[in-house]
DNA sequence: GAGAAAACTCAACAACACGTTGAGAATGTT
DNA sequence: AACATTCTCAACGTGTTGTTGAGTTTTCTC
């Protein structure tokens, strides 16, 4: 699956705002101007600092228009975050399918998702805080999340189904639910800077915690 | 340590906003009353969607008048940021003094933070979201997190001298931020009632974990 | 308890961001 | 060319924010 960028046209899906426009026209470019300016404001200050003025100024149209593209500011992060959704998916759902052995896959979900908020951090961070305040983006994210969940919960099942790892309690959605949280909260705090010791370190500390609470007996 | 309530007066520390008034006077009350509003009104709807006008009628003052106690409506958060952060610390640090046997530690640790999400949640996860744009609270807390983190790793470092737990890596200090970082969002997703399951199984949940990761030797 | 200082109150003002409206220009369709 | 759709934007009304300056009340000091 292509990795749709920021700031192309998706033509893939139709458009999430479900508003005004239907078929494929021109002013799209303007909507992905939008995204576009979106992503990079996105990259030098928090979500509620940005104006809808700079959305608009930064896509070249003026205030009014960027109402007929988004009806809030707050839609046009929901959009990002749609958009991002998948690729996230991906980042946890290849390695678990991939056969290799545990330790390999684990690590492989955790750089993924660590490398996903290294470059799509300021988005995540924005859309974590306007869930709180948007039903529709939060019922939206919470069923990407419970999929992951639930894919990384039936590869626990495999392994405890193949004696490799001891039943529970805790039940195995409840580990996957508890892993996948700490990967989400390690994944922002490091895109703040606020992790001990970067990248790689980082990795080896979530894999041998994920590796223990999985394939452990304690 | 006397867990000071809120809307109570805090006359044991001189006041988190050092702007205008000096000795304890009576206005105290009105700016209790602020952050008494404040905590009510945090129970009901995100931080965001609450206006000065309300936490000044809620405190039975004009708009105005409640600029004399507070610069913004942000400061009120922090204040209560403030006071519940040796809540929260000592929430971890007491269970890791109390020369307990460490599953119950463990739990009593994991219990405890999970008790302050249920009853602090919306301020806590106010918070959260204040911190990112404001460099202060971020600090502030930054340095309470530190601290936990430090003593928790402590205790790590304690139980691997006396050789009940292997040695790392990861060293203790990586091992005690991800597990505080998973309490953290374990909590937080909780007091947002996303999590699967509630209170007891939970508890059990993050235990097991902490059990495995820092005892185990996958 | 009189006078001064400090603490406190608030209406009025200015600045700003938001979202709507309605009239028109550009683009596409027949 | 005539028509419909897409797109643009100035102008308006509204709500929220933070400041100012002039007042009232409380507290302090003698």
């Known amino acids: 699956m292509p990795a749709l960028e920021i700031g192309q046209v998706d033509d893939r899906t139709p458009p999430a705002t479900v508003r005004r426009r239907r078929g494929p026209r021109k002013g799209d470019l303007k909507e992905a ?29 003026s205030r009014s228009s960027f109402y007929f593209y988004f009806p809030s500011r707050d839609a046009v992060i929901g959009a990002l975050a749609r958009r991002t959704s998948e690729d996230l998916s ?22 993924n998702l660590l490398d996903r908020w290294q470059t799509h951090g300021p988005l995540l961070r924005s859309m974590d805080a306007l869930a709180e305040r948007d039903a529709d983006l939060r019922a939206f994210w919470h069923s990407i999340t419970t999929d992951i969940v639930a894919a990384y919960a039936a590869a626990i099942d495999a392994e405890r189904a193949r004696g490799t790892a001891p039943a529970g309690p805790p039940q195995a959605l409840d580990l996957a639910w508890a892993l996948t949280n ?27 915690v994920t590796m223990r609470a999985v ?3 304690g």
Chains 1, 2 share one sequence.
């Open 90 to 111: 991906m980042a946890v759902l290849a390695p678990l399918s991939s056969g290799r052995p545990p330790r390999e896959v684990v690590q492989s979900v955790v750089r």
């Open 182 to 208: 700490l990967y989400w909260r390690a994944g922002h705090q490091m895109s703040l800077g606020q992790d001990p010791g970067g990248g790689e370190r980082l990795v080896e500390t979530l894999a041998v």
């Open 215 to 217: 394939y452990g007996d």
């Open 33 to 61: 101007a939008i995204l576009e300016a979106a992503w990079r404001l996105l990259a030098e200050k928090p979500i509620t600092s940005i104006s809808i003025d700079e959305l608009a100024a930064g896509a070249g149209i």
